[in-house]
Every structure is written in C-alpha cells, then in structure tokens.
C-alpha cells in the first residue's frame, strides 16, 4: 500500500534527498510542523537564525559556496517582508538559496489573517530570481506539489544564479496527502541552457579577426568553478590583456584575480590611468566576462569598437547598455563558453600591446601622505600574514571603506584567499552572511570585515553566533563616523565643513 505523508515530511525528504543540510529559521505557528520534519530528517540540521532577516542572510552565506547547502524557513507575511531586504540582497550577489514561506491554510488565506497578504508571494518574487506557491490541498494535486517543490530546487540550482522563493499554506504542511512513492521515485530533470553553435561560430570569427583584444571581467566570474584558470588559457590563446572592474566611487571589496595567476593580467582597471584609458580606447574588440557593473558611472566610457559579452545572466548584462545588435552575448556558463572558443580559435601570434609585463607597472601612484601609507600597508600586511597560514580561508566583507582600503592592497593577500563582497550594500548583513557561511562549511576560516555602522546594525546576527558557538573572527574599523556618507557628499558640496558632517 502506498503510504500518505504529510506535506511537510515529504518537503524534507525532498530537500535531504537534493543536498540541503542546513534550515536556518525563525518560524511562526505555519512553520512549525515544519521545522518537527526537518528536525526528524537524517541528515539536516535546523537552526534558529534569531530573527527573519538574519534567517534569510545566513541561508544565503551557508550556500555562498556550494549552492543550496542551506536554505531559510520564514514566517509568513510579517517574515517574509521583515527579510525582503536579505532576500533582495541575495538575489543582488546572485546567491543560490531558497526561501521557504509558511502561508495560511488555504481556506484561512481568503480572510487575511495577519499573517497574510494578497499576492504576497507573487510581489515577493519581484526581490528575488523567482516564486513558487502552492496553492491547491487534495490528493489527486499530490504530484503537482512534488513538481513545484522540485522545479523551485532546480530553478535554486541553475543560472542565472538567484535566490528561489516557495510559499507553502499550513494546511498543506500539516495534511497527510503525498503518496510516498512520488517522493522515493523523484526524477528533477537537469535544465541545461546550450550555447547555440551559430553563435559560437560568429563569437570565434569576431575574435579571430580582431587584433587588438581586450578582456573586461567582473568579480561574479570567480563563482564559476575553474574560472582562473580557463581565462588564462583564453587570454593566453588571444594575446588579449585582462583588466577587472574597479569600484572606485564606493570603496568596496570584492574577489580579484592575482598578477601572478595570469601574465595577461594588468590589474583593475582605473579610469585615472592613462596607460589603461589608451589601451581601452586602442582596442577592436572588448570582451566582457559576467559583467554585472560596466556602465559608464563605474568605468568610465568603454570604446566604440566591437563588443563580446560572456554572461550567466543577460539581463545584468544588457543592461549597461554597452551592447548593440552587431554584437555578440552568449548566455550560460562562462567558463563552458571560453572552453568551447578555444577549441575554436586558431592560436595567434605575438601581443599586439607589446610586453604586457611593462603595461602591468604603470599603476596609479598613491596620492597619502606617507604616514597613512604606511598604516594601510601595515594594517593589510598584517592580515594577509594571518590569511596566508590557514589552508581556507575566506574573506567577507561588509565595511565598504575597510574593504576599499584592503583591496588597494590586493596583491599582499594569498592567492588561495575566497572573498566575498557585497553587491547590494546592506550594512550591517554581513555578521549573518559569514555565520552561515562558517557554520555550514566548517573547513573553512572565515573573517568578516565591518565598518562601525554594519556591526551595530547587526546585534541578532552576533547573539546567533555566539549561541551556536561558531568559529568566526570580526574585524571591526571603528572610526566613529560614517566615513562614506561625509566622502559622497564632500563630493557633492565640497565647501561644507567636515564638522557639520559628524552628526551623520
């Protein structure tokens, strides 16, 4: 006979079944049926997040590295919107997780209970890569319930990369309704977007026919498993220099590729350089790799020339507004995609740029005064002296300023060094992000840099780290004011004394 089980148990043996081993939540009343199958599921671990937004943040840093390792149960409508802010964040650094929302019972759901709203998930998917809702509660939708549960995992699990939202009424959880046959026989079809080879053919002319090459990557490449290594081998088979975007009118941190991982590499690209502005301004054909930030505030005006977009995500893309219609975007995995035009591409002869060594020492020289040179350079030799002795170590910051400071210095930190900035700049959500990127993998040593304002924006997150007795190091730069709230409007209204700024 075949077995009924619960909606809830089936959601478990489901997610247990696809990898995840983490479920951080604050649950309600919706939830907690919920949260009694995690906790009975061999192989998971429920852990509460002490609040819905630090729920929803460590879900995404416990899956930062390997996609969908943990995922977040919230509560219903007063949850959902107290985390939107972690789950438009998410979604910003294109995070793998998903996001459970316990809804009313269906039949409770008509009458607006507090915790819910009209079209809460529908309006919650807008913040995120996509929703899921369920919404019918009888035996013979029991197998449509299975496939959205499993198409919300897969959508978690492919590109573009994204946090997935699944809503789940109570009644639905707490019903005895899923034949256990269509849990133990799950078939969740692998989704596989193939570059068409038409348009890898036109890529690998455009290259081939250009010859001055240039490579523009972004810091969401190094997601993508063996991304150093097969840009080396791309830059290196198209003699085409490598710059990285350089966000200079925020001071953030992000992942950077090392001078000494690829002789091709110039270093991030500075709009003050002359050496770097000429050397755009010279070349055929730009060649932009999972560029997310290459609009003119941030880098400048890019050349007129021919255009090579290499994306996981079109839309981020496009929407720099660099491309026309003669050029070329192929979609997918990027690293697939350089793979693929090597084989391709004929092997070309000698840099057009001449000795790419040369290009790399005609940096941007440093305008502090020797004083505060020195500090920053003690202040990161220090770090990576202490980074470059641990065998994971992994870098999140959430200071901004800090974080700017550390990756003018980028060369001083180990190669073998895993950084994660933050795209969305929610101060204050990097105490959570990096507990639950420490607690759900626990080879890694994990620090995380904060500014004054993101560490007492993030009290719960502190108090979940110290009731599950994760191993973490805060480094905090308290400097007493908000360094970069004065710098952006200095900027603005450069004659109003720094004093009158101090209340900010």
């Not at 089980?5 to 951080?24: H, M, N, P, W």
């Not at 198409?151 to 699944?166: H, R, S, W, Y």
């Not at 198209?238 to 091709?264: C, D, E, T």
């Amino acid at each position: 006979m075949n077995k009924l089980l619960t909606g809830s148990d089936a959601v478990a043996k489901i997610f247990q079944k696809e990898g995840v081993r983490f479920v951080f939540a604050y649950p309600g009343t919706s939830e907690l049926v919920l949260c009694n199958a995690f906790t009975n599921t061999k192989g998971i671990r429920l852990i509460n997040g002490r609040g819905d937004k630090e729920s929803a943040f460590m879900a995404a840093g416990g899956s930062l590295i390997k996609p969908l390792l943990s995922v977040a149960l919230l509560h219903g409508a007063r949850g959902s919107t107290n985390a939107m802010g972690a789950i438009s964040d998410a979604q910003r650094n294109e995070i793998n997780t998903l996001f459970i929302v316990g809804l009313p019972s269906t039949q409770s759901m008509p009458f607006l209970p507090p915790h819910g709203e009209g079209d809460l998930i529908q309006n919650l998917g807008n913040f995120a890569k996509k929703s899921f809702e369920i919404k019918k509660v009888d035996v013979k939708n029991a197998q449509e319930y299975v496939r959205i549960i499993l198409e919300a995992i897969m959508c978690a699990k492919t590109v573009p990369n994204g946090p997935v939202i699944l809503g789940i009424p109570q009644d639905a959880l707490e019903k005895k309704w899923v034949p256990q046959d269509l849990v133990n026989n799950l078939a969740l079809e692998k989704k596989q977007i193939l570059s068409v080879e038409k348009v890898l053919d036109k890529a690998a002319r455009l290259v081939n026919n250009s010859l001055f090459p240039v490579i523009l990557i972004d810091d969401f490449l190094f997601k993508v498993s063996n991304a150093e290594k097969i840009l080396l081998q791309f830059a290196t088979k198209i003699h085409a220099p490598v710059f990285q975007i350089w966000y200079k009118r925020g001071p953030m941190m992000f992942q950077r590729l090392h001078k000494s991982q690829s002789p091709n590499f110039i270093g991030s690209y500075d709009v003050e350089n002359k050496n770097h502005t000429e050397m755009m301004e010279r070349s055929d054909l730009l060649i932009t790799i999972e560029d997310r930030n290459a609009y003119e505030r941030i880098i400048g005006k890019l050349p007129n020339g021919k255009k090579l977009a290499l994306t996981s995500n079109p839309e981020m893309t496009r929407k720099n507004n660099y491309l026309k219609r003669s050029d070329v975007l192929i979609e997918g995995n990027v690293v697939d995609t350089m793979m693929r035009l090597i084989k391709k591409l004929p092997r070309k002869n000698g840099s057009p740029f001449g000795t790419i060594k040369s290009l790399k020492d005609n940096t941007t020289k440093s305008t502090l005064s020797p004083k505060y040179q020195k500090l920053r350079n003690d202040i990161s030799s220090g770090l990576a002296h202490v980074l470059r002795n641990i065998a994971y170590p992994v870098l999140v910051d959430d200071s901004q300023m800090f974080g700017g400071l550390l990756f003018e210095q980028y060369e001083k930190l180990p190669e073998h060094l895993r950084v994660f900035g933050d795209h969305g700049a929610f101060i204050g959500g990097g105490v959570s992000l990096s507990a639950g990127l420490a607690l759900c993998n626990k080879n890694h040593t994990v620090f995380c840099t904060l500014g004054d304002q993101s560490c007492t924006n993030a009290i719960q997150g502190f108090i979940s780290a110290v009731q599950e007795n994760i191993n973490i190091t805060y480094i905090v730069c308290n400097n007493g004011k908000s360094v970069s709230l004065i710098k952006q409007f200095m900027s603005q209204y450069p004659k109003t004394p720094d004093a009158r700024l101090i209340s900010f």
